[in-house]
Each structure stands twice: as C-alpha cells, then as structure tokens.
Nanobody, 121 residues
Framework: VQLQASGGGLVQAGGSLRLSCVAS????????MGWFRQHPGKEREFVAA????????YYADSVKGRFTISRDNAKKAVYLQLNSLKPEDTAVYYC???????????????WGKGTLVTVSS
C-alpha cells in the first residue's frame, strides 16, 4: 500500500490543522491506520490509531483531547484533526498503515512521506 499525506503547514499556537492521507491498494479497510510524528532530533513517536471500521481510536497522552483521528474507507483516506496546537506539536507527521500494538508501543508496516507541521508561539 502507498500512502500520501498532506495538510501540513504553519499555524499559530492555539490554531488548527487537518491532515489527510490517501492510500492506494485494495486492502485499506483491512488495516488499522494511524499517525506518528517526529520532532527534530528525536525518534518517531505514536500519535493516534484507528481500527478498521473506525469503532476504536487510540491516542498518545500528549494529544488526547486535542487531536481526532478519523477514516473514510470508501475514499481510502485517514484524517487527523489537530486542534489547540502547541509549539511542541511542531514535527513531521507520518501517515501509517497496518498498525499493531505490542504492549504500550505501536508499530506500522507501511509508511507515507511526512508532512511538516510548524506551530509558532
């Protein structure tokens, strides 16, 4: 599966952005989908995941209550609504497919190219 993310940009603290990710292939609805992010000089970290039909959603504590993940299987798309953005949310955001949880950690088998989100103070 190939993933194409978009929607990043520059926003002021307190603002909002919506990230989109469109997938190719016929197995989109069979995958858990999600988002990760990577701060400059740091390792990639889990942000959010959504189950195959969207009935279950999972979030990192740092974004809970501010970010919302959703999906549209008919469009083969997954979204991440980012609200109440903080400067520490500045990162490259990656769309991912075929996620799995192992304990408290999340892993993915497919990755898209990242989209940069910059939050100014």
């Amino acid at each position: 599966v190939q993933l194409q993310a978009s929607g990043g940009g520059l926003v002021q603290a307190g603002g909002s952005l919506r990230l989109s990710c469109v997938a190719s292939g016929r197995t989109f609805s069979s995958y858990f989908m999600g988002w990760f992010r990577q701060h400059p000089g740091k390792e990639r970290e889990f942000v959010a995941a959504i189950s195959r039909r969207g009935g279950a959603r999972y979030y990192a504590d740092s974004v809970k209550g501010r970010f919302t993940i959703s999906r549209d299987n008919a469009k083969k798309a997954v979204y991440l609504q980012l609200n109440s953005l903080k400067p520490e949310d500045t990162a490259v955001y990656y769309c991912a497919a075929d996620l799995r949880a192992e304990g408290s950690n999340w892993y993915a088998n497919y990755w898209g190219k990242g989209t940069l989100v910059t939050v100014s103070s």
